[in-house]
């Protein structure tokens, strides 16, 4: 499944809505405002909470937890690296990896040498716009909710 996700470029809070491939809105994404560290829950169209995100704090590299129905289901750690993008998830669906390129802008994720989603950045957008590729056979909401993590990482100017 394809998905496009546009976050807003002016905004008291970080929200955005994530399309699919039609354009249609499918998802909401919400910040909590005020919080120490990074925050989020995807939510549908009538505003239920379908996943919540949150950085875990005092970590020399970055680290999240993505939370479904109050259990913690993966955790995504930013790999030591100077010259690319990496990170490993640790989850109850296994380990995958994440493979990105130097900018940011173009990431794999990979469950040993399968490509279970791919991330793609698009470069001259007023806003970030990337739109995220997702197997059909995969959870979609923790496929978003990892692309929404890699994203913070890697373009987070806070």
């Known amino acids: 499944m394809k998905y496009q996700i546009k976050q ?33 829950k995807i ?4 505003g ?13 590299m970055p680290e999240y937890k993505i ?12 790999k030591f690296s100077l010259l690319r ?15 990105g390129n130097y900018t940011g802008h173009e990431f ?5 040498n399968t490509v279970v989603a791919v991330i793609s950045k698009k470069f001259f957008s007023m806003s ?8 059909d056979g995969q959870d979609q909401i923790v496929g978003l909710a990892l692309a929404i993590v890699i994203d913070m990482v890697c373009h987070d100017k806070k």
Not at 85 to 99: L, P, R, S
């Open 8 to 40: 807003k470029i002016f905004s008291i809070a970080d929200g955005f809505k994530i399309k699919n491939d039609a354009g249609e809105d499918v998802y909401t994404v919400k910040s909590q405002l005020l919080s120490i560290g990074n925050k989020l």
């Open 128 to 135: 970030d716009t990337y739109g995220v590729e997702i197997d």
């Open 85 to 99: 993008n990496n990170f490993i998830i640790n989850g109850n669906g296994g380990d995958f990896t994440v493979e």
């Open 43 to 46: 939510l549908d169209l009538s």
């Open 108 to 112: 794999k994720i990979k469950n040993g």
């Open 67 to 78: 939370i479904i129905s109050g259990q913690e289901i993966a955790t995504v750690k930013k």
């Open 48 to 60: 239920s909470e379908l996943c919540y995100i949150e950085q875990k704090l005092l970590k020399f």
